[in-house]
């Protein structure tokens, strides 16, 4: 008897415990970690769409992350991925692209994606994705990461210096650039420098795919994997001796800032209107716009002023994309592509590029803009998205993948640094730099080629 | 020129076997059992460092440089095995006890010696894990070519170090760190101590702006960056605007390759002088005051007090404050640097060792070359430490 009541009661206790636990894992939503690369108002926006997301699927739950920079974000994903302590999405930016496919810790969207041309009711639709994106992200045909913010480098003039100078529009050369600072510098109320860039390797490679010009060999590491650098070309010394004439003369704001950081100075000189013009990543247009009208001046964005010797190819793209970590659940693999693709949906890509100025990834988004006026109200936002279209897709102007990538920028900050603040002979400076690069890349060929 | 392993353990033999043979043979007269011993030993110790590096610097094709490393390397193993033996035989054939004087305990012990074991388990844990640990594992990235993120590591023997000598310019990173420690030190506790004598005169509300002076100290480096890069920023910033406006002037704070180390310093200054105002302030409250109105008796005056009474008996606190001050200045700057100067100054004017790490290590994912330049970092801070706890430590009086 005793024995009986003792299994009932043991048996009561185990039912008592498993029902409960079993009701609530079923309703438990499922829970899916985003780290995102920004902190400001940017992942304040991207948080906001994640609420949205979990409100109108309550299966899942959307975590967003934030707070790193895109440099501290792929030392912590490394890390993380030696604990096995990865996230669901990461974002990472451009020029991670050749480590995070290398590193193995991500599934190509393809692949995850299969056939299927939706998720969870969400259309996938990537033919609705502009080029330039596209031939950044895939890899014969296929992506391996799914696209969301997309920038360009583009220009911005304070129009009240520019107009006093007795200029209507905008420079669009180098030449029409030293041209306007000879006459901007000689203005009575003249800015304390005529223009200025983030010392960022990026910039450098702008206006190397504007000269149809390589930044690694190897059809830019599409064709093969890249062995060497090629930006130590005409094209590259053409653009150490321009930016080192702007210098020289006074023109060219040099901030001493160097690399990922270097943003927030240019920032200050432009609104502070110590300079008269920037040039500058698309995705601060909002802002730089807004800068403006805050400070009495009007703001007009325009292309990326190129070489008048050797014409204008294209421009390249920059920003992220997000990642899919390999390895999940099925269900958080599941609920991930449908965050990526519910961020990038015709609405919020809109929504994106009206808050920042990244341009809208998708053309339905920007067929949409277009519709609401949105682009002839704001003929700012424009620029980014029109030079990306504008431009004839080669192997220079979709941009180079190459391991080791932000390691290399490096490079080329440091041999712009020197370029600005020591007489070394800019043809010099770029071979050294060149060959810091090449070692970076055989060491990264090293250990990574498969 | 090849040097075999084994003509190498016989050299570390022969250093072992005369030194421990002189320490036993000038304390007890049996040399030729202390030269067995340290033979033995200084033979082991010369295999401490060329075991896991399999004597790879003395491969045939490797440059003289790697073989110079090899060599001093040996010796190293040689001197980290003979050090622990020549003192334990000096002592134990002396019939010294092996614990010194001054440590002997005054009150109860244990009774068993190994009581102390679970004691200090707690804390043996944590350090074995966070700190021993990652210092092995810092010694064996620093032979390896390692990327953060990357399939596989290369073994690259002693290339990681012997690179910093190629060309000068390690050098220059190592000569601005010393430089801008330097001053950032001297600077920070010689001002911290003039404002807390100030601050300690008997004046009405002390408590209030003493709180207040403490203040920069509780601010994050990251916050304190970003401040004094608003206020620095050449162009836009609100100190050249004054600057401009009364003087005509505008320096180069952050872009000017001569000016950007001073502009770090006095931030570092700014953001660690409230630490040092606040030991001093502690410490000033410990001077007895009948010492100084004794002094003042004899008809000493104001500096001459300070300098004979107040000066000694602060020198616990400065010494203290040294050795922080110079681990601040070494390891904690890297914030303030990096906000104020991102990518490491002008000419790469604001690169500290500590910096160069991070960034190499971080942004570049190299690891290896990472892990060799904190390996010479933690060296030198070692170094500097036990300096000054042989020169400084001595002129310490504690107590009045």
């Not at chain 2, 640990?133 to 064996?140: A, N």
Request: charged letters at 15%; hydrophobic letters at 50%.
């Amino acid at each position: 008897m005793k024995k009986v009541i003792f299994a009932m009661v043991m048996m009561a206790l185990v039912l008592a415990l498993a029902a409960p636990s079993g009701a609530i894992q079923a309703q438990d939503p499922v829970k899916i970690e985003v780290w995102i690369a920004f902190s400001d108002y940017r992942l304040d926006w991207v948080k906001e769409v994640a609420e949205e997301f979990n409100a109108m699927f309550p299966q899942y739950q959307v975590n967003i992350v934030g707070g790193m920079s895109y440099e501290e974000m792929f030392a912590q994903v490394s890390v993380a991925a030696e604990q096995n302590a990865l996230p669901g999405v990461i974002h990472f930016n451009e020029a991670s692209t050749q480590d995070a496919r290398d590193s193995g810790n991500f599934k190509p969207i393809a692949q995850a994606l299969g056939d299927r041309t939706e998720v969870n009711g969400l259309a996938i639709d990537f033919d609705d994705i502009i080029e330039p994106t596209t031939a950044y992200y895939t890899l014969d045909g296929n992506w391996t990461s799914f696209p969301w913010n997309t920038s360009s480098a583009i220009w911005f003039s304070n129009m009240n210096f520019v107009n006093a100078a007795g200029f209507d529009t905008p420079p669009a050369t180098w030449a029409d650039v030293d041209e306007y600072c000879a006459g901007i510098m000689a203005l009575d109320n003249a800015p304390e420098y005529c223009w200025t860039f983030p010392n960022y390797g990026w910039f450098f490679e702008q206006w190397l795919a504007q000269q149809d010009a390589l930044f690694v060999n190897n059809d830019n590491g599409r064709a093969d994997r890249a062995t060497e650098v090629a930006f130590n070309s005409d094209a590259g010394l053409a653009i150490f001796n321009w930016l080192n004439d702007q210098y020289d003369k006074g023109y060219l704001y040099y901030s001493g800032a160097q690399g990922g950081d270097s943003w927030g100075t240019v920032d200050q000189a432009y609104q502070t209107q110590s300079v008269a013009m920037a040039a500058y990543s698309s995705s601060d247009t909002t802002l730089y716009t807004r800068m403006g009208e805050e400070n009495g001046f009007t703001t007009v964005a325009s292309f990326l002023p190129y070489n008048q010797e050797t014409g204008w190819t294209g421009n390249l793209i920059g920003g992220g994309s997000l990642w899919l970590v390999d390895g999940l659940t099925p269900e958080v693999e599941e609920g991930a592509l449908t965050f990526m693709i519910f961020l990038s949906n015709t609405e919020h890509a809109a929504a994106w590029h009206q808050l920042t100025g990244y341009v809208a990834v998708r053309e339905s988004a920007n067929q949409m803009l277009e519709e609401e006026g949105w682009f002839a109200e704001n003929p700012n936002q424009t620029v980014a998205m029109q030079q990306l279209v504008q431009s004839t897709v080669t192997p220079a102007t979709s941009g180079a993948l190459v391991g080791g990538f932000p390691a290399i920028r490096n490079a080329v900050t440091g041999a712009t640094d020197r370029l600005f603040l020591t007489d070394e002979d800019p043809a010099g400076l770029l071979d050294k730099a060149a060959s810091e690069a090449n070692v970076i890349i055989e060491e990264y060929n090293l250990l990574n080629a498969p | 020129m090849i040097i075999s392993p084994l003509l190498l353990v016989l050299a570390g033999a022969l250093v072992g076997a005369v030194v421990i043979g002189f320490v036993f043979s000038s304390a007890a007269h049996r040399g030729l059992l202390g030269a067995v011993l340290g033979a033995g030993a200084g033979a082991l110790g010369s295999l401490i460092c060329m075991l896991p590096l399999d004597y790879c610097m003395f491969e045939a094709e490797r440059k003289s440089i790697d073989v110079i490393f090899g060599v001093a390397l040996v010796g190293l193993g040689v001197l980290l095995a003979l050090a622990p033996v020549a003192w334990l035989s000096g002592k134990l054939l002396r019939r010294e006890s092996l614990v010194s004087a001054t440590s002997q305990p005054t009150q109860g012990t244990f009774r068993h010696w190994w009581i102390a074991l679970p004691l200090l388990a707690p804390t043996l844990t944590i350090l074995v894990l966070f700190l021993y640990y990652p210092s092995v594992e810092t010694l064996r990235l620093s032979t390896m070519l390692s990327r953060l993120g990357a399939r596989r590591e290369a073994f690259v023997c002693v290339d990681n170090y012997t690179r910093l000598f190629e060309g000068s310019a390690y050098f220059d990173v190592v000569a601005r760190t010393v430089y801008m420690s330097f001053f950032i030190v001297v600077l920070s506790m010689a001002i911290g101590l003039l404002i807390a004598t100030m601050a300690y005169l008997p004046v009405k509300g002390a408590s209030i702006y003493r709180t207040l002076l403490v203040w920069p100290y509780a601010i994050s480096p990251a916050v304190a960056g970003i401040i004094f890069l608003l206020m620095f920023n050449p162009t836009g910033g609100i100190v050249n605007y004054f600057l401009k406006n009364w003087f005509g002037v505008r320096p180069g704070w952050l872009n000017d390759p001569s000016l950007a180390p001073w502009t770090i310093i006095i931030s570092s200054v700014w953001k660690s002088i409230g630490f040092n105002i606040l030991f001093y302030i502690a410490a000033l409250q410990n001077v007895p005051v009948d010492l100084i109105e004794a002094g003042a008796i004899d008809g000493a005056g104001l500096l001459r007090r300070f300098w004979h009474i107040v000066w000694p008996l602060l020198s616990p606190t400065t010494f203290f404050l040294l050795i922080t001050n110079l681990t601040y200045a070494f390891f904690d700057t890297f914030a303030t640097i990096d906000y104020l100067t991102p990518g490491g100054g002008p000419l790469q004017s604001t690169t500290t060792m500590m910096y160069q790490v991070i960034r190499l290590g971080v942004d570049n994912n190299d690891l290896g070359k990472a892990a060799a330049q904190s390996v010479v970092l933690f060296l030198m801070v070692i170094g500097i430490t036990v300096l000054s706890f042989r020169t400084g430590g001595r002129q310490v009086t504690y107590g009045a």
